[in-house]
C-alpha cells in the first residue's frame, strides 16, 4: 500500500479490503473486477448449477461486447464507451436485478450466496467501467503478469538486502512494463540506461517504456 499512497486514479482489483487504505476521498477510486466475481459463480457450479450458471451468461454478455470492441480496434475509444452504454449498460442493469431477485432464495453462507452478495456488494465498483472506455473490465492481464514474478518467488530470496531487493523490483517493473508496452526490453535498457546520464530530469517521461522510441526512430532519440 506504499506504493499506492498519496496517488490518484482507479484502481482495479478484487473486494480485498486491504486496499481500502488507499481508496479514500481524494485518493483512489476502486474499480470492480469482473472476472473475480465470476470466478466466485463458477465455484458454486457444484452445489447451484442453474443459478451460477445463469451468473455467468450475465458476465459472458459483457466480454462480447469487450471482444466486438478489440475486434473492431475501437478499445479505449469514445466508440468504445458507446458500446458498453448501448450493450453492456442494460446487461449489468438486469444482471442486477436478477442477483436482488435471487438473493433470498439462497442461504448466505452458501457458495452461490457468497457469490451473490459479492456481487452486490461490489456493485459500483463493478460498474465504473461503463464510465470509461479505458478501464478493463478484469484485472487478468496484471494477473498474469504477476505469475512470473510468484514463479521466481524462492530465487529472490537470496537477493541479498533490502536496498537490493527494492533495486530489482524497479528492474521488474521496467522489464513488465516494455513487455506490456511491445518493448524489447533488452534493447531498452542497453539505449536508457546511457542516455539518462545525461537526459534533462525535467523530460525523464520521455524515457518510460510507454513513451521510448528506439534510437534513430523518434524525438527521444
Known amino acids: 500500500m506504499k506504493v499506492l499512497a498519496d496517488t490518484i486514479g ?12 488507499v ?4 485518493g483512489r477510486v476502486r474499480a470492480g473486477c469482473i472476472a473475480h466475481s465470476r470466478r466466485k459463480f ?5 452445489s447451484a448449477p442453474e443459478a ?8 459472458l454478455e459483457i466480454y462480447k461486447v469487450e471482444r466486438a470492441a478489440l475486434d473492431a480496434g475501437l478499445l479505449g475509444t469514445p466508440q468504445h464507451l458507446a458500446m458498453r452504454q448501448a450493450r453492456s449498460k442494460p446487461v449489468m442493469e438486469e444482471f442486477k436485478a436478477w442477483l436482488e431477485a435471487e438473493q433470498p432464495r439462497h442461504p448466505p453462507k452458501s457458495v452461490i450466496g457468497s457469490a451473490i452478495s459479492y456481487a452486490l456488494g461490489q456493485w459500483d465498483a463493478l460498474t465504473l467501467f461503463l464510465t470509461d472506455p479505458h478501464l478493463p473490465v478484469d484485472n487478468n492481464a496484471s494477473e498474469n503478469a504477476l505469475r512470473v514474478a510468484a ?3 524462492t530465487n529472490f530470496l537470496f537477493v541479498g538486502n533490502d536496498t537490493a531487493g527494492e533495486h530489482l523490483a524497479g528492474l521488474y517493473s521496467l522489464v513488465m512494463t516494455c513487455e506490456a508496452n511491445g518493448v524489447n ?5 542497453a539505449d536508457v540506461l546511457m542516455r539518462v ?8 517521461d520521455e524515457l518510460l517504456p510507454q513513451n521510448w522510441t528506439p534510437p534513430g526512430t523518434g524525438p527521444s532519440a
Open 52 to 59: 451460477a450458471r445463469k451468473a455467468m451468461d450475465y458476465v
Open 197 to 204: 546520464q545525461t537526459h534533462p530530469a525535467s523530460r525523464i
Open 42 to 46: 463458477f465455484e458454486a457450479l457444484s
Open 185 to 189: 526490453p533488452i534493447a531498452y535498457l
Open 151 to 153: 514463479l521466481g518467488r
Open 23 to 26: 481508496i479514500v476521498p481524494g
Open 10 to 21: 482507479k484502481l482495479l482489483v478484487d473486494g480485498y479490503q486491504g486496499y481500502d487504505g
